[in-house]
């Protein structure tokens, strides 16, 4: 069965700081990966997502991951953070066969200092 | 607002009682899902239909759980007997299974759209 490891629990930097938060995952077919974003108090959005293609996907507000396969990882990164950056990251992964679900890692809370 | 509804958002009941959350998806969505989330967790898996079939169950679904989802659009998920345990936000979301998914057979690329949660609290 296919999981997610997300290895950072909780990150706490300094605006314009850089950020990169790791995400493995285990499963040996074709995956589909997805960063979520929860910002205090709100539902859990879409910052991006790759299935195919370029593996350096850009999603919204400058964040972007780049796709590993030999690594099996999906890490995000941001060149510099800000404050609005507060949140819980969720990497996801959903696979091309048997199961339409996706599966969820336990998040890394970002707490960007003013 | 045309996004994913749940309601209630939160529901505070008494060990033994049942509780039942609606979910009302994004319309033209084919796809809906339950999650589970606890604190520091991520959102667990707990079951999802294609339109009105109930396709997949998670094994943390036990019998006293159960999910709806009649004509393919709306979904209840019910829980009898409640315990401590099943204190947690219970998210649903939606999805449309269309384009390029539909070409591969059984591709899952497409967005997932959360509600806000209903938050279930077991005295």
């Known amino acids: 069965a296919q999981s997610v490891s997300q290895h950072n629990h909780h990150v706490i930097l300094s605006e314009a700081a850089s950020l990169e938060l790791g995400c493995n995952y285990s499963?040996?077919?074709?995956?589909?990966l997805f960063w979520y974003v929860q910002y205090p108090g709100q539902h859990l959005q879409l910052l991006l997502k790759?299935?195919?293609?370029?593996?350096l996907v850009k999603g919204i507000k400058g964040f972007e991951a780049e796709f590993i396969k030999s690594k099996f990882s999906f890490n995000l990164r941001k060149p510099s953070v800000q404050w609005s950056d507060t949140a819980e990251y969720f990497c996801?992964?959903?696979?091309?066969?048997?199961?339409?679900?996706?599966?969820f890692g336990t998040g890394t809370r970002l707490k960007v200092l003013a | 607002d045309t996004g994913v509804s749940q309601n209630p958002r939160h529901k505070i009941t008494k060990r033994g009682q049942n509780v039942t959350f609606r979910c009302d998806p994004i319309?033209?969505?084919?796809?809906l899902y339950w999650y589970r989330q606890t604190l520091g967790q991520g959102p667990e898996f707990l079951t999802y239909f294609q339109n009105e079939a109930q396709l997949e169950k998670s094994r943390l679904l036990s019998d006293r759980f159960s999910a709806e989802r009649p004509k393919g659009s709306f979904s209840t998920l019910e829980i009898q007997r409640t315990e401590q345990g099943d204190s947690a936000m219970y998210l649903c979301?939606?999805?449309?299974?269309?384009?390029?998914?539909?070409?591969?057979?059984?591709?899952?690329?497409?967005?997932?759209?959360f509600g806000e949660g209903s938050r279930l609290t077991v005295l």
């Open positions: 319309s033209e969505h084919n796809r």
């Open positions: 979301a939606s999805s449309l299974a269309a384009g390029r998914d539909s070409f591969l057979l059984g591709a899952n690329t497409g967005e997932l759209f």
């Open positions: 996801a992964v959903s696979i091309n066969s048997g199961t339409y679900k996706y599966i």
């Open positions: 499963y040996g077919g074709t995956v589909n």
């Open positions: 790759y299935f195919s293609g370029d593996p």
